[in-house]
């Protein structure tokens, strides 16, 4: 037949397509984990999703291309043995995490907008077009976030201290809280002291306790051990006797700089 009368194209395809090799092919098909592109009669390569953009993560690259496009590449690997090329489009261009490399170091401060939350934090988008973690442990000293948007919104232009990068793994994070020093070290010890009473608010109610809120937004906890109500210690659920934005008297009773948490008290020998 005409493929056993033609030479295969793959026994000299490392030597037409060392790695570094800018190639145009035209694309062949497109599953969601890659762009698939025909360099030569007989010969594919392949672009993993990864490989698209350095800054855009794809999810799907038919959003992005059609087959019978044409598209630039740069082989990055041929494997003969297993008939496969790797292609980048992304290598194209420099990696913006060179740049950012050399532009920035840690401690220094840098603005940038959020561009998407996870549970454990949110990205933002620096100028450079790369994304930066801010983790959502590194965004108060004081309060007990559980999602990122107690906190940001997506859109929002954000001041934020450079706290690590790892240009070659393309990541680098940020912290909120760092823009302002850390009160556990002196302030909240000096202002407060176990023995002292409080008011405060309560703003989270949980299965073992109340976190109620002090001055100047931070947040004790009253372990549900520690919680009476008309001289009683309460061991049913709290929700049934308290809410959200009750206003409570307590006691200090324990101030912990190291684990950052202040112990409180509502019973009556100790309020």
């Known amino acids: 037949g005409y493929k056993q009368k033609r030479p295969d194209p793959w026994e000299t395809a490392d030597e037409k397509y060392p790695p570094g090799k800018r190639i145009t092919g035209r694309i062949t098909s497109l599953p969601d984990y890659g762009i698939f592109v025909e360099i030569e009669d007989g010969l594919e390569g392949r672009i993993h999703v990864t490989e698209v953009d350095w800054t855009e993560k794809i999810k799907k690259p038919s959003k992005y291309f059609s087959i019978g496009d044409t598209v630039d590449a740069v082989v990055l690997k041929v494997d003969k043995a297993e008939r496969k090329i790797s292609l980048s489009i992304k290598q194209l261009k420099p990696s913006p995490w060179e740049e950012i490399g050399q532009k920035y170091k840690i401690g220094q401060q840098v603005t940038g907008r959020v561009r998407s939350f996870t549970d454990f934090g949110a990205f933002v988008g620096l100028e450079e077009g790369a994304d930066a973690l801010l983790h959502i442990s590194d965004m108060s000293w004081t ?129």
């Open 143 to 271: 309060k007990h976030i559980k999602h990122p948007s107690e906190l940001c919104r997506k859109g929002q232009k954000i001041d934020a201290v450079v706290l690590s990068i790892e240009p070659e793994k393309g990541r680098m994070a940020l912290g909120l809280k760092q823009l302002t020093p850390d009160p556990w070290i002196e302030e909240i010890p000096n202002k407060f002291k176990p023995g002292d009473k409080i008011n405060g608010k309560i703003i989270k109610i949980t299965d073992f306790g109340l976190f109620m809120e002090l001055e100047g937004g931070v947040e004790g906890l009253i372990y549900s051990s520690e919680i009476e109500k008309d001289g009683k210690t309460l061991h049913e659920k709290l929700e049934e006797h308290f809410k959200i934005g009750d206003e409570i008297t307590a006691k200090i009773i324990r101030v912990d700089t190291a684990e950052r948490k202040i112990g409180l008290s509502m019973k009556m020998h100790s309020v």
